[in-house]
Every structure is written in C-alpha cells, then in structure tokens.
C-alpha cells in the first residue's frame, strides 16, 4: 500500500494541486495521515499486541480489532481525500456496486452486521484455532471499515459526486456507535467468560477471563466511542463553518482539475 501511495503520486493520481479543502489547507497533510494509517495498522497485525490477542488475552484482541476497523480506515480515507477519480466511463458495475455499500445507511448496517457475526462466541473461538479463518476476519475488518468511513470521509470526488451531509454524517456516525457499545457493555458486565478459549489460554499478570473480558468491553466502549465523538465534533465543526460555501468552493476546483 505504501508502495501504490508513492506511486500514486509521481503519477499525479494524488497530486499537489487536488481539492483537499473539505478537510485540510494544504495536500501536504495526505501523507501525514496515510502513513499513520498503514503505521497503526501494522502495528496491530505485527506487534505484541497480535500475538497477545491471539494466545492470552482478550483485552489485547479487542485493541486489534478497534484499531484495524475504528483507526486506520479514517486515516487511511483522510491520506487520499481529494484523489482524482477514473472516468465515469470505466469500471461502471463496480462503481455501483461501491456506490450501493458505501452510502451512509448501507454502510452502518454492514460494519455492524460484520463486527457482531465475528463476536458470536462459536465463530470467534474458531478465528482463534483457524489460521485462515482469523486472516478473513482481520480483512474483513478493514474492509468495512473502509466501508463505513468512506461516507464520512467522502474521499474521491468530481463535478458529478452527490455528496453526504454533514447531518447525515452525525447521525450516522451517532447510529454506528449503539451496537458497539451494547456489546462492549455485556462483555464489561457478563457473569462468566463469553469465550471458551481465553478461559483455557495461559493467564498473564494474574489477570482472570472473565477480568480480562471486561477490561477488552471497557475499551470497545471507549475506543469506539472516542473515535465516533471526535469524528462527529469535527464534521459539525464543519457544519458551523458554511459547509454550503465549501462545497461550492470544492466543486469549484474540482471543475477547474478536469478542464
């Protein structure tokens, strides 16, 4: 990916003069973010924190999994924001196709839908005993959270996009986050451990299963709300600062790009 990113911009894929203004003053914040982004999400597939999640704790897995759904993907979505497009006239089944998933409502539904299957207790435990089975659940947490940050983040645009509003953002992002907090609340105040495998995995620092499994709902509830409200204050700051004038501005240099 860092490869592509280089390469996207000797080519001018992302280049100097893009529209960045929905989200930055100058381009040369794109790169600042990606890498941060691709950063993040290594370290969560590469580090202690991979190997821990996968053999001892459960606190460990959920910071993985909120850092490869609820982290990377914005920063990742923010490092190619004003990118140019390829002509409307290619590629038009999967542009509708993407178009369809990544509207805000869609989106929300399919994050969620794909984070809860993945926490039922029997599928979860198998990620754990299954190589490949782990591998598509870790790719499948990226993806959507691309999905549901892509509406947000609205990164690829023309003259032609139909682009959210920052209320339907709010609302969408508000929404997004009830389903993570209700589960992070019952692994935060469950009786007994969910998982049957960390109840058998080697206990670190004297810290049982069922302490460990209401340390990792403690952080799906703070992570996943943190991120939401932080992203929700910017888009409404945005709102406050005449976001019909920045989109006529955008619209304006999109324009002007493609001439």
């Known amino acids: 990916m860092a490869a592509g990113y280089i390469i996207a911009m000797r080519r001018g894929t992302i280049g100097p003069d893009d529209d960045v203004t929905p989200w930055f003053r100058h381009p040369r914040l794109r790169p600042v973010f990606f890498f941060a982004g691709l950063l993040l999400a290594f370290i969560a597939l590469e580090?202690?924190?991979?190997?821990?999640?996968?053999?001892?704790?459960?606190?460990?897995?959920?910071?993985?999994?909120?850092?490869?759904?609820?982290?990377?993907?914005?920063?990742?979505?923010?490092?190619?924001?004003?990118?140019?497009?390829?002509?409307?006239?290619?590629?038009?089944?999967?542009?509708?196709?993407?178009?369809?998933?990544?509207?805000?409502?869609?989106?929300?539904?399919?994050?969620?839908?794909?984070?809860?299957?993945?926490?039922?207790?029997?599928?979860?435990?198998?990620?754990?005993?299954?190589?490949?089975?782990?591998?598509v659940e870790h790719l499948s947490f990226i993806g959507v959270g691309v999905i549901v940050w892509w509406p947000v983040v609205d990164p690829i645009r023309d003259d032609r996009t139909t682009t959210v509003s920052p209320l339907t953002k709010i609302a969408a992002l508000s929404i997004a986050g009830i389903p993570p907090t209700v589960l992070g609340i019952i692994f935060a105040l469950a009786s007994a451990p969910l998982y049957s495998f960390y109840v058998q995995a080697p206990r670190l620092w004297g810290v049982s299963a069922l302490t460990d499994q209401q340390y990792g709902g403690v952080i799906m509830l703070g992570v996943g709300n943190i991120v939401y409200f932080i992203a929700i204050i910017v888009v409404f700051m945005r709102l406050l600062s005449d976001p019909g004038r920045d989109e006529e501005l955008a619209a304006d240099r999109i324009a002007e790009a493609l001439r």
Do not use: E
């Open 47 to 135: 580090s202690p924190i991979d190997k821990g999640g996968d053999y001892y704790l459960f606190s460990l897995h959920m910071v993985q999994h909120m850092l490869l759904m609820m982290v990377a993907p914005p920063l990742l979505l923010l490092g190619i924001a004003g990118a140019r497009p390829a002509p409307r006239d290619r590629h038009t089944t999967l542009r509708t196709v993407w178009w369809v998933i990544t509207r805000p409502w869609p989106a929300v539904i399919i994050f969620n839908a794909v984070l809860l299957l993945w926490h039922i207790p029997s599928l979860y435990d198998t990620t754990l005993t299954t190589v490949p089975v782990h591998i």
